[in-house]
C-alpha cells in the first residue's frame, strides 16, 4: 500500500480517488433498477464501493453466495460478502 501511495503520488492518488467514486455510482445507478443498494447518503451518492442488498432473494433459495459463484463463472473478481451486513455483496470498482 505504501509503495502505491508513494507511486501515485498526490495527484494520482487524488485522480484514483475520484475515479473510484465516480465509478461506484455509476454502478449503482445501473444495479439500482434491480436490487437494493443499502448506504447511499442523502444525496442518493455512495463512496468507492456500493453494497447490493441480495436477502429477498433467499425466499426463492438464492443466496449470496449463489450470486459471487456465478459472477466468478463469468470472469468477475470474487466479491466481498455478507460484510458489513449478512446476505449482502460489496461490489468495490477499482480507478
Given amino acids: 500500500s ?3 501511495i508513494l507511486m501515485m503520488g498526490t495527484e494520482g492518488l ?16 445501473r444495479m ?8 447511499a447518503n442523502a444525496r442518493g451518492r455512495v463512496a468507492h464501493e456500493l453494497i447490493l442488498d441480495l436477502r429477498e432473494f433467499k425466499a ?11 459472477l466468478m ?5 470474487a466479491p466481498t460478502m455478507s460484510f458489513p451486513v449478512p446476505g449482502t ?7
Fill in 14 to 29: 487524488t485522480r484514483a480517488t475520484e475515479l473510484a467514486i465516480l465509478n461506484a455510482n455509476y454502478i449503482k445507478a
Fill in 73 to 77: 463463472d463469468y470472469g468477475y473478481h
Fill in 89 to 95: 455483496i460489496v461490489t468495490e470498482p477499482t480507478e
Fill in 60 to 70: 426463492a433459495g438464492i443466496e449470496a453466495e449463489d450470486v459471487a459463484k456465478r
Fill in 2 to 4: 505504501y509503495a502505491y
Fill in 32 to 39: 439500482e433498477p434491480h436490487y437494493k443498494v443499502l448506504y
